[in-house]
């Protein structure tokens, strides 16, 4: 069964001001890729990889196919070169904040620039597409545009993600609601 894939429809703006020193957060979430090899790993890794392609490529040379030691050595290039592109992504951030007025989602990729999304609190809502499927989608949506928050994450990160979201958004809205019903101090 194929879903409808829903895009991105909300609009980037300038770097928003900075929040009020009073102004509470209900939310303030960095959101990062997982990357699970941390650098002595990545090290030992390439090491162990060159030392049995060094290996390798000797004995084949040694048995007169001399052109295979350079490809041994290609493959080592190619298995760092993916690397050190997963660990550039893995700089990825996104943060989410979410106050009594707004939900501010700024992203910043691994070339620096950053974009930043505001979205009105008391509108936006919080969608899963396709739960607990692997291409779930977490969404906040508002008066018909669509932001996808937590794409670099598992499908169940994405889940909890969303459910945190959402969490937030009941908290802030409860103020608005106890001073809107009159549920003050008595007079």
Same mark, same amino acid.
């Given at each position: /069964? =194929? @879903?409808?894939?829903?895009?991105?429809?909300?609009?980037? =703006?300038?770097?928003? &001001?900075?929040? !009020?020193?009073?102004?509470?957060?209900?939310?303030?979430?960095?959101?990062?890729?997982?990357?699970?090899?941390?650098?002595?790993?990545?090290?030992?890794? /390439?090491?162990?990889?060159?030392?049995?392609?060094?290996?390798?490529?000797?004995?084949? /040379?040694?048995?007169?196919?001399?052109?295979?030691?350079?490809?041994?050595?290609?493959?080592?290039?190619?298995?760092?070169?993916?690397?050190?592109?997963?660990?550039?992504?893995?700089? @990825?951030?996104?943060?989410?904040?979410?106050?009594?007025?707004?939900? @501010?989602?700024?992203?910043?990729?691994?070339?620096?620039?950053?974009?930043?999304?505001?979205?009105?609190?008391?509108?936006? @809502?919080?969608?899963?597409?396709?739960?607990?499927?692997?291409?779930?989608?977490?969404?906040?949506? &508002?008066?018909?545009?669509?932001?996808?928050?937590?794409? /670099?994450?598992?499908?169940?990160?994405? !889940?909890? $993600?969303?459910?945190?979201?959402?969490?937030? $958004?009941?908290?802030?809205?409860?103020? &608005?609601?106890?001073?809107?019903?009159?549920?003050?101090?008595?007079?």
């Amino acid at each position: /069964m =194929e @879903r409808r894939r829903i895009y991105e429809t909300w609009p980037a =703006e300038p770097a928003p &001001a900075p929040l !009020e020193a009073d102004e509470p957060l209900y939310l303030d979430a960095e959101v990062r890729p997982n990357r699970s090899l941390p650098d002595p790993g990545f090290y030992a890794l /390439m090491a162990a990889i060159a030392l049995v392609s060094f290996t390798a490529g000797i004995a084949f /040379m040694l048995a007169g196919a001399w052109p295979v030691l350079g490809f041994f050595g290609l493959d080592v290039l190619l298995v760092w070169l993916a690397f050190r592109i997963s660990y550039r992504d893995g700089r @990825r951030l996104e943060t989410i904040q979410i106050t009594g007025r707004e939900i @501010r989602v700024g992203r910043r990729y691994p070339t620096g620039h950053q974009t930043w999304f505001r979205l009105p609190r008391a509108w936006t @809502r919080v969608e899963i597409a396709g739960a607990g499927e692997p291409d779930v989608q977490a969404r906040l949506t &508002a008066m018909g545009k669509t932001l996808i928050i937590g794409a /670099m994450l598992s499908p169940r990160e994405r !889940e909890s $993600l969303a459910a945190a979201v959402r969490e937030a $958004l009941a908290a802030a809205a409860a103020p &608005a609601q106890a001073q809107e019903s009159g549920g003050g101090a008595p007079a």
